[in-house]
């Protein structure tokens, strides 16, 4: 069963008790004031006929020719059915059937014949019949039903209900359109986010639903496009990084595969020089494959960190040491600043020496012979500790800088692979940033062609770490 019945028929449920109980009040109501209203209208009739009876036995004295009166007057009875006065028509109408009674006052005795007394109640309901201001006689309607609803009564009281019911049902068919109407205008958001839905699981991410209001349920919608949206970016990102790992791991694959059949086919001399050229390509691959596999961690926050107070000095000094045998090759020279001061950073000390092997490597890959490379870290404002790595070597073109941090992007894309330091895997930057970033740090760079690069990161510093220095742009 879907939505919109499950609303209407719990509409309909609840207009149901709503109007069957509206029609039994209104029902009860209207028979009762009509029964007090006959009730009412009864004693007066009875008091006025007692009033009358009360005269006639002034006159003559005898009970038997006040019975004889009454017989002649009362509904059914002999006479003309007709008596002066207060009731007329109306009482006759009313007191149909019944017989009337004179009875002794205390004891309900009829004062004429030998009847048995009557009962208590009727003797209650009775009407006196006063005689110089003492109660002689009682008079009593026998007949009860004389009190009750008539047929001309029961056929206004069902008009009521007849009416009543008839507002009862126009209400409902009425309330029943416009809730109809009501609920499928409610549910047309629900309807357009299920066949969003729908694409989604169908693997379609690029859909996005309409949001007209911001309820409950167009929050929903906003949640539904923004999960719809982040599904269709990360779905880019797979199937581009999917094409870009094929596309980089096919290269080293068709070296080392076209190398082996040329030595097996004997083009090539099964010789150490060959094999070399294998394992550098292989060797690559290995690195690819470390590096994807770390860059995948990192970016989904499963890296594991060992956060610790780490003396800065300590990590540029051996980071200096570790580079001074590739700088002396290349003539490059290499300056750390500050040489020995104790500013502390917040970070993983083997994530912290990766980034900066990384950002070093690639400062010295593009700095020419003669050229400076300049390493520091300095305390920055915020209780941060800001690394920088400037190079005097080739810059970088402005077309390709918004891109540089991007996995597996190249500046120059036929750049040679030599050797796992200078290979080049357009991985290293992209690593760079994710570990910065998995260490609640950011990185960023400023460079121009020929004129050299400078690259940065800040991460944390530790607390407590004394301030030495604060970083000038
Ligand atoms: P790769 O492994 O190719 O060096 P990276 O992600 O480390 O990949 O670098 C991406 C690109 O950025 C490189 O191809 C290079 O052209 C450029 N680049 C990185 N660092 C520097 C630098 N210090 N000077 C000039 N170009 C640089």
Do not use: C
């Not at 080049?424 to 690593?431: C, P, Q, V, Y």
Request: a negative charge; proline letters at 4%.
């Amino acid at each position: 069963m879907n939505l919109q019945t499950k609303i209407l028929l719990t509409l309909l449920l609840v207009l149901a008790i709503g109007l069957t109980t509206a029609s039994f009040i209104t029902n009860r109501t209207a028979t009762n004031a009509y029964q007090g209203y006959l009730n009412t209208n009864y004693q007066q009739n009875l008091r006025a006929i007692a009033d009358q009876a009360s005269e006639r036995y002034v006159e003559s004295r005898s009970w038997q020719s006040v019975q004889d009166w009454l017989d002649t007057v009362a509904p059914g009875g002999r006479g003309p059915g007709m008596i002066e006065g207060r009731g007329g028509m109306g009482m006759m109408r009313q007191m149909h059937g019944g017989s009337w009674l004179l009875v002794a006052p205390n004891s309900g005795q009829p004062l004429i014949g030998n009847a048995a007394p009557v009962a208590a109640e009727e003797l209650a309901n009775g009407a006196p019949l006063t005689v110089a201001g003492q109660v002689v006689a009682v008079l009593v309607a026998t007949n009860h039903m004389s009190m009750m609803i008539g047929p001309a009564e029961q056929q206004v009281i069902d008009q009521v209900n007849r009416a009543t019911l008839i507002a009862a049902g126009v209400a409902a068919l009425a309330a029943l359109l416009i809730g109809g109407l009501l609920v499928s205008n409610l549910l047309r958001p629900l309807r357009r986010l299920e066949a969003g839905m729908a694409q989604v699981a169908q693997g379609q991410f690029d859909v996005q639903v309409e949001v007209r209001n911001r309820d409950e349920i167009g929050q929903l919608a906003i949640g539904f496009n923004q999960m719809a949206a982040n599904l269709h970016q990360q779905e880019a990102l797979r199937q581009r990084m999917v094409t870009d790992i094929a596309h980089e791991l096919r290269t080293p694959l068709s070296v080392v595969q076209g190398n082996l059949q040329a030595i097996l086919d004997g083009i090539y001399p099964l010789e150490l020089s060959e094999i070399r050229t294998i394992a550098e390509e292989i060797s690559l691959l290995t690195r690819l494959v470390n590096d994807l596999h770390e860059l995948a961690l990192a970016e989904a926050g499963r890296l594991p960190l060992t956060l610790q107070s780490t003396p800065v000095a300590d990590v540029l000094q051996h980071m200096a040491e570790s580079f001074r045998p590739l700088t002396a090759v290349q003539s490059v020279t290499l300056t750390v600043e500050p040489a020995h001061e104790p500013v502390q950073v917040l970070a993983d000390p083997d994530r912290l020496q990766q980034i900066l092997y990384n950002l070093l490597g690639n400062a010295l890959r593009h700095t020419s012979k003669a050229g400076t490379i300049h390493l520091s870290a300095v305390l920055a404002g915020d209780n941060r500790v800001r690394f920088t790595i400037q190079d005097t070597g080739s810059g970088i073109p402005a077309a390709d800088l918004p891109y540089i941090f991007d996995r597996f992007y190249r500046v120059d894309k036929s750049r040679t692979r030599t050797d796992s330091y200078t290979s080049s895997s357009g991985l290293g930057l992209a690593i760079v940033k994710s570990l910065v970033e998995a260490q609640a740090g950011r990185v960023g760079v400023e460079s121009r062609e020929g004129m050299g690069s400078r690259f940065w990161f800040e991460l944390p510093g530790a607390a407590g770490a004394p301030i030495l220095a604060v970083a000038t742009k």
